[in-house]
């Protein structure tokens, strides 16, 4: 095979990652990929000390790459969904292949940009979007092939992940670890995207993709954050047999495909519920296989990296191969790509914590059961605990059977309206992951 000539667009984190594999492993790449693998032009606004770059040629015009007729495969790790879009269609239109780490041009242009390289038949690989150095997309789109995907649960954001790790272990506050996690470089300074699950959602509607055959649908995912989690919350978790863990969910039902990004408790038996710190984790149930869970490095350098330098060897296996003989970037042939139904949450069933304030005296906990009663939700579990000297209200925790997300809504604001309970209730949903 002739040599397969690559330019790299950003060289922050992962660009510098994806340099250092390819320069250290090269021997090894290439005789994996059948061909010699070169950087030939990287493009990047500033040099990155974690990254010798005096042997190639660098510009500090990413469209210098694109436009340059000896790139054959263009890597965008720049991040963003504007100049990235605008990059990657035009290297598109000059027929290179692509491979991006950027989740969130995928979650919201990918349609766009699928559409486009299919046209022009080049190749458009992911798989460093979601997971980091997990291979979860070759895992559902190749290897569980066989299956019909029933559902599937990810910790997909490692923020969040040590956020309620430290919380559990160490009895800390939201806020304390939020800092701590900002110091350490795993939040920005603006967290928003981490903790308010808008990072997972970007990862979670590629994920159901690739599982169910579905278009992008961003706007259709339930999105909620881990910023309302009480240290009492995890406590009391614990204390009846579950972990919290923040999970992207995309599940099959007979009414529409579920996906949501919220907190959710675990039983604390499932792997997956011991999956701590950064580390990410996605659980796949086939219909075939059953259920497999895949873990490792959600994020990185070098296992970002590593996923960059794995769809550069996929790329250059398929150079021989006719456009349409080559794997879908979804996992199925775009004529077979179709919309179905996303349910709202609303429609939603799952069980659920409840935590409330309330008064500590006689005739609170009968009104409270003839609320959820009355709606036909059961409660599976309950803790109370006594007063402690000198104040007047208790924490109440309910964990409840499975009930239609709207109805519990409606009976948790009948509660809030009670004279005996204090301030709102706090509401976490559950999965077995069974």
């Not at 330019?7 to 990652?17: A, K």
């Not at 460093?128 to 559902?151: M, S, T």
Request: aromatic share 4%; with cysteine.
């Amino acid at each position: 095979m002739k040599p397969v000539r690559v330019g790299i667009c950003g060289l922050g984190t992962v660009g510098s990652g994806t340099v250092n594999i390819l320069t250290r492993n090269k021997a090894l790449i290439d005789a994996r990929a059948g061909c010699d693998i070169t950087i030939v032009q990287i493009g990047a606004r500033r040099d990155n000390p974690n990254c010798d770059t005096s042997a190639f040629n660098v510009t500090r015009d990413v469209f210098d790459v694109v436009n340059n007729p000896d790139v054959d495969v263009l890597v965008e790790v720049m991040g963003g969904t504007t100049v990235a879009k605008d990059l990657i269609l035009k290297a598109i239109e000059n027929g290179k292949h692509i491979i991006t780490a950027n989740k969130a041009l995928i979650a919201h242009h990918g349609n766009e940009i699928f559409a486009a390289a299919k046209a022009k038949g080049v190749t458009v690989a992911f798989e460093a979007a979601v997971a980091g150095g997990i291979p979860i997309i070759k895992a559902i789109r190749e290897g569980l092939a066989a299956n019909k995907i029933e559902w599937l649960a990810g910790i997909i954001n490692g923020t969040g992940n040590f956020i309620l790790t430290e919380m559990r272990d160490k009895g800390r506050s939201f806020e304390d670890v939020l800092a701590e996690a900002q110091a350490l470089g795993y939040a920005e300074a603006d967290p928003t995207f981490d903790v308010e699950g808008i990072d997972a959602a970007h990862k979670l509607v590629i994920l159901a993709s690739l599982a169910f055959g579905i278009p992008l649908e961003i706007n259709k995912v339930f999105t909620e954050g881990i910023t309302k989690i009480a240290t009492e919350d995890v406590t009391y978790a614990e204390e009846l047999g579950y972990r919290i863990k923040n999970l992207g969910i995309a599940r099959r039902t007979d009414k529409g495909i579920e996906l949501r990004v919220h907190p959710t408790l675990i039983p604390e038996k499932r792997l997956i519920a011991n999956v701590d710190g950064v580390m990410n984790a996605v659980l796949v149930k086939g219909d075939a296989v059953g259920a497999t869970l895949y873990y490792g490095a959600g994020a990185g350098a070098e296992p970002t990296g590593s996923s960059i330098v794995g769809d550069i060897v996929d790329v250059a296996r398929t150079l021989t191969a006719s456009p349409e003989h080559r794997v879908p970037y979804l996992g199925f042939g775009a004529d077979f790509v179709s919309a179905q139904p996303i349910l709202a949450i609303e429609e939603v069933e799952t069980a659920n914590y409840l935590r409330m304030s309330a008064q500590d005296k006689p005739g609170v906990l009968s009104k409270i059961a003839t609320i959820l009663s009355d709606s036909g939700i059961s409660i599976e579990a309950m803790i109370q605990r006594e007063a402690k000297e000198g104040e007047s209200t208790v924490p109440l925790i309910l964990l409840t059977n499975k009930v239609q997300d709207k109805k519990l809504t409606a009976a948790i604001r009948s509660i809030e309206t009670l004279d005996s309970i204090t301030g709102a209730v706090q509401r976490i949903r559950v999965e077995a992951l069974k």
